[in-house]
């Protein structure tokens, strides 16, 4: 059974940085997409970011160019979010999510399989 394991939210003023790790177990992810989405109070789950593992290549939300960045460990199965420049619009809790879809960009969080339950990132002004 694949597992997701969120790590790494918490407060940050305006400005600052954040990096989110998601530790996956139960499945062989070499040949997985790994995303991370983000919800806000009262706003639908969004996209942020995916990574395919085989490749390391990578996709960003308009939203974030720039300013995050998606990394994987292939060795320790974790996924990274490195946050920068962080705003308050980014205040969300955050989620990593991962498939088998062999397509790309994969984006859409209805083509995602399992989910983490999430971290929640503050960014205050």
């Known amino acids: 059974q694949v597992q997701l394991a969120e790590s790494g939210g918490g407060l940050v003023q305006a400005g600052g940085s954040l990096r989110l790790s998601c530790a996956a177990s139960?499945?062989?992810?070499?040949?997985?997409?790994m995303g991370w989405f983000r919800q806000a109070p009262g706003k639908e789950r969004e996209f942020v970011a995916a990574?395919?593992?085989?490749?390391?290549?990578?996709y960003y939300a308009d939203s974030v160019l720039g300013r995050i960045t998606i990394s994987g460990d292939n060795a320790e199965n974790t996924v990274y979010l490195q946050m920068n420049s962080l705003k308050p619009e980014d205040t969300a809790v955050y989620y990593c999510?991962?498939?088998?879809?062999?397509?790309?960009?994969?984006?859409?969080?209805?083509?995602?399989?399992?989910w983490g339950q999430g971290t929640q990132v503050t960014v205050s002004s």
């Open positions: 990574i395919k593992w085989s490749s390391s290549m990578t």
């Open positions: 139960g499945g062989t992810f070499s040949s997985y997409v």
């Open positions: 999510a991962t498939t088998r879809r062999a397509y790309w960009p994969i984006k859409r969080k209805s083509e995602y399989d399992y």
